[in-house]
């Protein structure tokens, strides 16, 4: 095998790949990216897979010979990141000497040659590292990339981080005749946004697909979707009961599903509100942002007081050990005045995650969910629980 590519080509698909790695690999094989070099269709293809994510992606290359090979991911990652830009020749041909000195020779070795110097490393071969899954499901739903990127943006934030509540840990996608709905909750809030979906044209097409995805995988997905250089191409999903599937421009990810039923989200979303403010979404976040300096010194939770006849909201925290603070901002408000206390870091990634210089802030009581959407963009909710105030 031989093969002359950038720099800057093999150093992001590698940093793509390598987040498919095991910490802890179960095989030594699961420690190695797997390196397919096409001399025929002058491609190189980077593969990783940790037994539940695979992620494979590819780039042209000038392939001199064709081979695959395996070679230690952390280590391959690490020296590739490091190298100056220009041009680096693959070679797995072992020279007689390197500057005078003896080759490595125990066993496979490749050699990275940039321009400045030369790297060996030592490699195994392709037999025992194990095939990206396949589903039996070979009918490709078809999805915006636009829409994927817009959606996991808008939700990904919201998912749990606890591994015992399984279901929550990933996003509920629900793929309609001519939207995707994308939902994600911990329990303390919920994100729901809702997308076009353009690709959908097929009459055989069901009228509604519901898969929930380790939010682990999809965070990969949205970072490798990140890096496509053709947005209005779509992307092929396929899947099956414990599987799925991710397509795209030569780019491959396939994750396992989470199963499990997926709570009634819309159930908690009220119906009617008995208050409702419109808000500067920047200025908000700022406001959160300098209190936030003195809620992060006790319990993270600052009061909202809605004054309705000055027009103004008052956000203020006290702390008796070491302070206190407040900060007042004009709102559009509907309703009678109200002091409501809220988790800052679940208000604030809630309100990074909308995509609108004004957002909507609509409520009932105290204790009741709190939803907060965009004004004008992408059909977006956000849901946060209150905390109780103590007196």
């Known amino acids: 095998m031989k093969i002359v590519c950038s720099q800057s080509d093999l150093n992001t698909h590698l940093s793509l790949t390598f987040?498919?790695?095991?910490?802890?690999p179960t095989?030594?094989?699961?420690?190695?990216?797997?390196?397919?070099?096409?001399?025929?269709?002058?491609?190189?293809?980077?593969?990783?897979f940790d037994l539940s994510l695979g992620i494979r992606t590819s780039f042209n290359a000038e392939v001199l010979e064709g081979g695959t090979i395996t070679l230690p991911a952390k280590l391959l990652n690490d020296?590739?990141?490091?190298?100056?830009?220009?041009?680096?020749?693959?070679?797995?041909?072992?020279?007689?000497k390197v500057d005078g000195q003896q080759p490595?020779?125990?066993?496979?070795?490749?050699?990275?040659?940039?321009?400045?110097?030369?790297?060996?490393?030592?490699?195994?071969?392709?037999?025992?590292?194990?095939?990206?899954?396949?589903?039996?499901n070979d009918k490709a739903i078809h999805l915006?990339?636009?829409?994927?990127?817009?959606?996991?943006?808008?939700?990904?934030?919201?998912?749990?981080?606890?591994?015992?509540?399984?279901?929550?840990t990933g996003v509920h996608l629900t793929v309609k005749?001519?939207?995707?709905?994308?939902?994600?909750?911990?329990?303390?809030r919920l994100a729901v946004v809702e997308t076009t979906n353009e690709n959908l044209n097929d009459d055989e097409q069901p009228d509604s697909v519901q898969v929930t995805l380790p939010s682990k995988a999809l965070r990969e997905l949205e970072r490798m979707l990140a890096h496509s250089s053709k947005e209005d191409e779509p992307v092929a999903m396929y899947f099956d009961s414990g599987q799925v599937v991710f397509e795209w421009q030569n780019q491959r990810l396939t994750s396992r599903t989470l199963e499990g039923q997926y709570p009634a989200y819309r159930q908690l979303i009220p119906n009617s509100f008995e208050r409702e403010l419109t808000l500067d979404r920047r200025q908000l976040i700022s406001a959160l942002e300098r209190i936030a300096v003195l809620a992060d010194q006790k319990n993270n939770i600052a009061k909202l007081s809605i004054d309705s006849e000055s027009q103004e909201i008052t956000l203020s925290v006290e702390t008796q050990e070491i302070g206190s603070g407040m900060e007042s901002m004009p709102a559009q408000i509907k309703g009678d005045d109200i002091d409501i206390a809220f988790n800052i870091k679940y208000l604030m990634e809630g309100l990074k995650a909308l995509p609108s210089v004004e957002i909507q802030m609509q409520l009932n009581n105290n204790l009741a969910p709190v939803i907060f959407s965009p004004v004008g963009g992408i059909k977006m909710t956000y849901l946060a629980m209150p905390v109780q105030l103590r007196s």
């Open 144 to 168: 915006p990339i636009s829409a994927l990127i817009e959606g996991l943006g808008g939700c990904l934030f919201a998912t749990s981080a606890d591994e015992s509540k399984q279901v929550l």
């Open 79 to 96: 020296i590739v990141s490091r190298l100056p830009e220009g041009e680096i020749i693959l070679d797995d041909t072992i020279p007689d």
């Open 177 to 188: 005749q001519d939207t995707l709905e994308f939902a994600a909750t911990d329990g303390h």
């Open 104 to 136: 490595v020779d125990n066993g496979l070795t490749v050699t990275l040659k940039p321009k400045s110097g030369r790297y060996q490393v030592r490699a195994m071969g392709a037999e025992e590292f194990p095939e990206l899954p396949v589903t039996e």
């Open 19 to 24: 987040r498919a790695v095991p910490s802890r």
């Open 27 to 48: 095989h030594p094989i699961l420690a190695n990216v797997l390196l397919q070099a096409d001399a025929a269709n002058s491609q190189v293809s980077l593969t990783a």
